[in-house]
């Protein structure tokens, strides 16, 4: 197998992200946070961007769903194989969806509910209380969506074992089906800031 070619000396210095804003929820201990989106349907919170950036947030309200990526900031340390929640049989860290990776970042798609200046209302929060935001994308059907997609060991791991172990510890199990959420105004009273 031959040698990769070696990057430029300038691209092996390390790589510094300034957060564009702080991530709140009612997640506070990781043992209790829903492992995807999917399973935290109804965990409602907040991404707070910072002044500075908050004219980038112009037309995000046309959007439906936004991608949050994030500095998993309380992760363990790194791993090379681990077993995710979903299934107790090790997986090569790349092949799961686990905090502790070489570069702790991670990626939610949630649901925005509303913008209110430079915050941003969201449903299917499952990030924990306090983490940084480095970036945020519109989800874009157009661009987002793959034909005949698949799903890797995850697909051996049945429905209702998903939703039980993807639910992580929180609340009662998520109903199995597409839920709307409650009226607007409990969802705005219920992630106010304190």
Not at 73 to 98: C, M, N, S, W
Not at 141 to 165: K, L, M
């Amino acid at each position: 197998m031959p040698t990769p070619p070696r990057l430029p000396e300038p691209r092996l210095a390390g790589v510094t992200f300034r957060p564009i804003g702080v991530i709140h929820s009612e997640h506070t201990s990781a043992d209790a946070t829903p492992i995807q989106p999917v399973y935290a349907r109804d965990c409602l919170g907040r991404a707070e961007i910072f002044a500075e950036y908050a004219d980038g947030l112009a037309d995000i309200e046309g959007f439906s769903h936004l991608y949050l990526i994030y500095h998993l900031d309380r992760a363990e340390p790194p791993q090379l194989r681990v077993k995710p929640y979903l299934q107790d049989v090790e997986h090569g860290i790349f092949a799961t969806r686990a905090p502790c990776r070489p570069n702790p970042i991670g990626l939610s798609l949630v649901r925005l509910l509303r913008r209110k200046g430079n915050i941003l209302f969201l449903a299917g929060v499952d990030v924990l209380d306090g983490t940084p935001l480095l970036d945020l994308k519109p989800y874009a059907p157009r661009y987002d969506t793959v034909e005949n997609p698949r799903g890797g060991w995850t697909e051996a791991v049945d429905e209702s074992t998903a939703r039980v172990r993807g639910r992580h510890g929180f609340g009662l199990p998520q109903p199995s089906g597409p839920t709307e959420l409650a009226d607007e105004t409990i969802i705005h009273n219920a992630i106010q800031p304190k």
